[in-house]
């Protein structure tokens, strides 16, 4: 029902309740029909039920699928290696899913443990999950409101409903009959559920307990969004099946040549298959993802971006369009006056940032001292005297207790070094905000003397016309009609940019004055007044710009009002002079709507199912979506989108759980940053992909080579797996950790159907591939007359020397491994030269020889391998080179 648009007859009678409230038969009837105002509990998975699901991707199952046929065959070492890398997969899979999904538990701390009631005539006070629609409750100043309920009394009453709405200032409460379409932020005869009470007091009407409130249907938006495959195991499960199938086919290929075509013996032949098999199963990939992954997350802590689900670092490259909150996340989510509009019509401006109690004053661009300039110095001392807001230090920031409006004024007095405790006035009585009046005001007293006077601040216009004179120059003048204008005209400028203008007035009273009443506040000297702003964070435009740069679209999703939407997205430079509300978007038909989505960058009032409506529109068009927010009102949507993204300091916990990315410094800019290190994370996993998938194609075109001219095996499934997990393990892990190398961000998103095998690639892989397999093979054929063992001996170390060139290739698609700076990873450098190690010892251990059936080579033959297995870095530098200049030659011709 739309109680906000009842007479409160309707809504009592609705709810079959009275302003006296209900009894307690009558209330026990209802709580066992309507059940316990509290979100329900989302069921926990077992932690042996989570450590199963890990093994439920298809590169996993291949590999289960490859250790079963070599233990049925008798191949244990084979066998138990495998297994290895499934359940060191699985472990770290285990680990980061078992930190994730507790957004329910987030909203549920939302919710106050008690409310006071009224029941049979009586207040009392009862646990807030025992409430149900149809209870008055009663509601103070520094209370979280306990269910979603109508207001039907109220003295001054406002909340705070930024982690709800987006509203970055308190609202008003007031008891109005509204229309049936008002949109949730501006239902100002409504408290929600979880909302903090600024100030004031107010008895209302429970209307909806649960999961029927506001944030019950935030938390049913919630459980209804399931996780969908992020496009990283989306692509790594195409690969895995790609190469499971080319495996498999292979080793029946194989097979089917060998035992059918040429009549090999099935011993020897079935070893051929077990060879090609294990070859074309990249079982070191799992691993090697992960450290790629791992490489990412750690670049972008160190950039204040905390990756919560390592696929998402990948998935950050290939992001079209980041939609993001407007408070706290574009804005410093703090109230900060900005400028000063004295009576002479000066406007001084004020730095600062945040609750920092630290700026500079401005007037005409120079820096002034405020205390020397006599009306300047009035209206701050107004400002510092007349509201309750304190500020307060903790570690390395500051915070303010109090109203955030009244919080602006403390910082500002402070900045210009009047601080409370300090200051040459006493406040003796106080009248709180009202909010009819609109203003409040204060009893002060001069310490060394006897002269008080009535400080008052609030909406302009109310000041204004409490006022018959104002100050100007230092010098107290009667207020004409023509002056009210002018001021009034002053006012409309900063009206305009979306700030929030506060009035000050003052006057003299006698010295016998002890309390304070609301006659007292007439026939005021009117101080000028202060333009207040949650104002843009000054890394966001730049931000912005880079991320326009870089192809991706920044739209604007707030439930703040359209005009300040709009004076902050012009203010970052998010394009467009276009905002649409909730209530606009409603009334458009599903064509139209998806139509705005895609044009318009800034959407105002938005509720939560609007926002998530929002991030659905565009993955539907084909958008790759960042989701950023910091409050409850964002979380469906953060969890919709294929990136989730929230704020660390200001965020809620429910969009914190929600998020897949949180950011240490709740900067926007920090987003940027992050989608550049994901851009290298996407080049990183396709360069290590296609290093360890070249190595799978040249073992097994070296087998199939090997069928038709009629060569014994030259490499065992032990020397296969050896040279998948150790040697493509030490290099491909070298692999991951490259930086990057070219401007990232001055090239377009990734396309999110590109594979991580694209076209591009597939040329390059079958020259090594050839390179590979030939040198392989040529190896083999000259040593065999020292023996098969001597001849797999060279075959091996060819495949791992080659391997080892090739990941000197690797490092980039395009540029030469010269260019980019041989020792700029020296990552790959310690691999490179650990795997010569390792290949040796294997090479020449007696041990070692004994599992791989190998024996020693002579140091000339070693060197003749390293040199001809060098080619294949040659081979690439030509390659890269013709590639090149190709492309420069082709985008002459464009030209």
């Not at 897949?660 to 360069?687: C, H, M, P, W, Y």
Request: glycine share 6%; with cysteine.
């Amino acid at each position: 029902m739309k109680f906000h648009s009842q007479k409160l007859s309707g809504v009592f009678e609705n709810l079959s309740s009275s302003a006296s409230g209900l009894s307690s038969s009558e209330a026990k009837s209802r709580l066992e029909k309507i059940g316990y105002n509290e979100l329900p509990e989302k069921e926990v998975h077992h932690p042996i039920l989570l450590f199963l699901k890990q093994f439920k991707s298809v590169l996993i199952l291949i590999l289960f699928l490859a250790a079963f046929i070599a233990f049925i065959f008798d191949k244990q070492i084979d066998t138990y290696v495998i297994l290895a890398v499934i359940l060191l997969n699985a472990i770290m899979g285990f680990v980061q899913e078992a930190k994730a999904e507790k957004a329910i538990q987030a909203l549920k701390k939302m919710i106050v443990p008690s409310a006071r009631v009224q029941r049979n005539g009586e207040l009392v006070e009862i646990k807030a999950r025992e409430l149900v629609p149809g209870d008055i409750v009663f509601l103070q100043e520094g209370d979280r409101v306990p269910a979603d309920a109508r207001i039907i009394e109220l003295k001054d009453f406002r909340t705070e409903e930024a982690a709800l709405t987006g509203e970055s200032f308190p609202i008003d409460k007031d008891l109005k009959i509204l229309p049936e379409k008002t949109d949730v932020g501006d239902r100002k005869n409504m408290a929600w559920m979880g909302t903090f009470v600024a100030g004031g007091s107010a008895k209302a009407i429970v209307v909806n307990t649960g999961i029927k409130t506001i944030f019950g249907k935030i938390a049913k938006d919630l459980e209804e969004i399931k996780r969908a495959k992020t496009h990283f195991e989306e692509k790594t499960d195409k690969l895995a099946k790609q190469m499971g199938v080319l495996a498999f086919f292979m080793a029946l290929l194989i097979f089917s040549l060998g035992f059918f075509l040429r009549g090999m013996e099935f011993e020897e032949i079935f070893l051929f298959t077990i060879a090609a098999l294990v070859s074309g199963i990249p079982e070191g990939l799992p691993a090697i993802l992960v450290i790629v992954l791992s490489f990412g997350v750690h670049r972008m802590a160190k950039r204040n971006a905390i990756i919560r689900r390592l696929p998402a670092a990948e998935t950050l490259g290939v992001v079209t369009t980041i939609a993001t909150d407007k408070t706290g996340t574009l804005t410093q989510n703090t109230m900060n006056v900005e400028k000063i509009v004295l009576n002479n019509g000066e406007e001084i401006s004020v730095s600062g940032k945040g609750w920092h109690p630290e700026g500079n004053f401005f007037k005409q661009g120079k820096n002034i001292l405020p205390l020397e300039d006599q009306s300047l110095s009035k209206l701050l001392h107004v400002a510092a005297i007349c509201n309750n807001a304190k500020l307060v230090k903790e570690e390395d920031h500051y915070k303010i207790i109090g109203d955030p409006t009244e919080g602006a004024l403390t910082v500002l007095a402070e900045k210009a070094g009047l601080k409370k405790e300090v200051i040459s006035e006493k406040r003796l009585d106080d009248i709180p905000f009202n909010v009819e009046l609109k203003y409040r005001a204060s009893l002060a007293m001069l310490i060394e003397g006897k002269d008080k006077e009535v400080f008052v601040t609030g909406a302009p216009e109310a000041v204004l016309a409490q006022s018959v004179s104002f100050l100007i120059e230092g010098e107290e003048k009667k207020l004409t009609e023509k002056d009210r204008k002018e001021i009034l005209k002053r006012m409309d400028k900063l009206t305009e940019k979306a700030m929030r203008i506060i009035g000050f007035g003052y006057k003299k009273v006698g010295s016998e004055k002890k309390s304070l009443s609301y006659d007292n506040v007439k026939d005021l000297v009117f101080a000028g007044f202060v333009g207040i702003i949650d104002p843009p964070r000054a890394e966001v435009k730049e931000a912005v710009l880079k991320a326009q740069r870089a192809g991706i679209r920044v739209i604007m999703v707030t439930g703040d009002h359209k005009s300040t939407a709009l004076a902050i997205a012009k203010k970052v430079g998010i394009e467009g002079e276009k905002a649409l509300t909730d209530q606009e978007l409603q009334e458009l038909s599903e064509k139209e709507f998806q139509k705005i989505v895609k044009k318009v960058n800034v959407f105002a009032r938005l509720t939560p199912q609007t926002k998530l409506k929002i991030a659905k529109t565009l993955q539907e068009q084909g958008e790759f979506i960042a989701m950023t927010g910091d409050g409850i009102n964002d979380a469906p949507a953060i969890k919709q989108a294929d990136i989730g993204i929230s704020m660390g300091i200001t965020g809620t916990d429910v969009a914190k759980e929600t998020a897949e990315i949180v950011l240490t410094d709740d900067n926007f800019a920090s987003i940027v940053s992050a989608v550049e290190e994901g851009r290298t994370v996407f080049n990183n996993t396709k360069q290590t992909s296609s290093f360890l998938v070249t190595t799978n194609f040249a073992e097994g075109a070296t087998l199939l080579s090997t069928i038709f001219l009629g060569f014994s095996v030259p490499l065992l499934p032990t020397h296969i797996l050896w040279l998948n997990l150790v040697t493509d393990g030490v290099a491909g892990g070298a692999l991951a950790a490259e930086p990057s190398h070219a401007q990232v961000l001055n090239e377009p998103p990734r396309k999110a159907k590109e594979n991580i095998l694209s076209k591009d690639i597939i040329p390059f892989l079958i020259l090594m591939t050839i390179l590979m397999a030939a040198s392989t093979l040529y190896f083999f054929n000259y040593l065999k007359p020292l023996g098969l063992e001597v001849a797999r001996t060279g075959a091996f170390l060819v495949m791992a020397f080659t391997q080892l060139f090739n990941a000197l290739n690797m490092r980039s698609y395009k540029e030469s491994v010269f260019k980019i700076g041989f020792f700029s990873n020296k990552y790959i450098i310690i691999a490179f030269l650990a795997s010569v190690v390792l290949q040796l010892i294997v090479v020449y251990n007696g041990f070692f020889q004994t599992i791989f059936h190998f024996d020693s080579l002579n140091v000339v033959d070693v060197i003749k391998i390293i040199l001809v297995s060098s080619l294949v870095l040659w081979f690439g530098e030509i390659y890269k080179y013709v590639q090149r200049k190709r492309m420069a030659f082709k985008r002459r011709k464009a030209d």
